[in-house]
C-alpha cells in the first residue's frame, strides 16, 4: 500500500530533551516536507526537501533540523524542543516539487513540557 | 511572498450547495489545491487546478482565476460527513503554502 508513515505518532516529552520524529514513504517520491498545524495558523511549511542530499527551509525552520540521505525517508530533529513547539506535525511527500499532489502522513501530535 | 485567505468558518444545511472561497497572493504560483480534512486526521487531497476554469469532479467541483488570484471549492448535495476543515493550498516555487482552512459545519 502506498503511504506515508510517521513516528512516534503521539509524543510527550520535557523542555531540551532531544527528539527525534521520523517520516517515510514508499512512492518513490523526489519531494518531501514537514508541516506544523496550530490552531487558528493553519498548515506552516517548516522544511522540505527536493531530492537526496537537498534540504531547504520553509515558512518557519527555527529549532528544528532534517536531512535527507536516503530517498525514502525524511526524518525532523529537535535538538532542544521547547513549549512552543507543542504542535501537530505532518510529514508529506510528492513525486516531484512542482504541480504534484502531496500526501499527507497520519500526524505526530508533540507535547513539550 | 505569500498570503492566502479563506473564510474561518461556514455553516450549510444537508442536501444544499455550499461555495468556499479562496484568494491568493504567491510568488511564481503553479497551481492551487483544495484539500479535506477532518478533526484529528491527516489532509487529503480533493482537487488540483492549473489553469483558469471550473473543473468538476463528483460532488466538488473547484474554480481558479489566475488573473485575480481567486478560487473557490463548490460542494454539492452536502452530507454529514462533509462536516470538515477545507484547506485552500498554493504552489508557489518549491513551496505549498496553505490557508488557515475553513471549518464547515453540515447540520441536518
Known amino acids: 500500500e502506498a503511504q506515508v508513515t510517521q513516528n512516534p505518532r503521539y509524543l510527550i516529552t520535557v523542555t531540551g530533551k532531544k527528539l527525534t520524529v521520523t517520516c517515510s514513504q514508499n512512492?518513490?517520491?523526489?519531494?518531501m516536507s514537514w508541516y506544523r498545524q496550530d490552531p487558528g495558523l493553519g498548515l506552516r511549511q517548516i522544511y522540505y526537501?527536493?531530492?537526496?542530499?537537498?534540504?531547504d527551509k520553509g515558512d518557519v525552520p527555527e529549532g528544528y533540523k532534517v536531512s535527507r540521505k536516503e530517498k525514502r525517508n525524511f526524518p525532523l530533529i529537535l535538538e532542544s524542543p521547547s513549549p512552543n513547539q507543542t504542535s501537530l506535525y505532518f510529514c508529506a511527500s510528492s513525486l516531484s516539487s512542482i504541480q504534484e499532489t502531496q500526501y499527507f502522513g497520519p500526524g505526530t501530535r508533540l507535547l513539550v513540557l | 511572498g505569500q498570503n492566502i485567505d479563506q473564510p474561518t468558518e461556514m455553516t450549510a444545511t444537508e442536501g444544499a450547495i455550499v461555495q468556499i472561497n479562496c484568494t491568493y497572493q504567491t510568488s511564481g504560483f503553479n497551481g492551487l489545491f483544495w484539500y479535506q480534512q477532518h478533526a484529528g486526521e491527516a489532509p487529503t487531497f480533493l482537487s488540483y487546478?492549473?489553469?483558469?476554469g471550473l473543473e468538476e469532479k463528483g460532488r466538488f467541483s473547484s474554480f481558479l482565476s489566475r488573473s485575480k488570484g481567486y478560487s473557490y471549492l463548490l460542494l454539492k448535495e452536502l452530507q454529514m460527513k462533509d462536516s470538515a476543515s477545507y484547506l485552500c493550498?498554493?504552489?508557489?516555487?518549491?513551496?505549498?503554502?496553505f490557508g488557515k482552512g475553513t471549518m464547515l459545519l453540515v447540520s441536518p
Open positions: 526537501s527536493m531530492n537526496v542530499e537537498v534540504t
Open positions: 487546478n492549473v489553469l483558469d
Open positions: 493550498a498554493a504552489w508557489g516555487y518549491s513551496t505549498l503554502t
Open positions: 512512492m518513490n517520491h523526489e519531494y
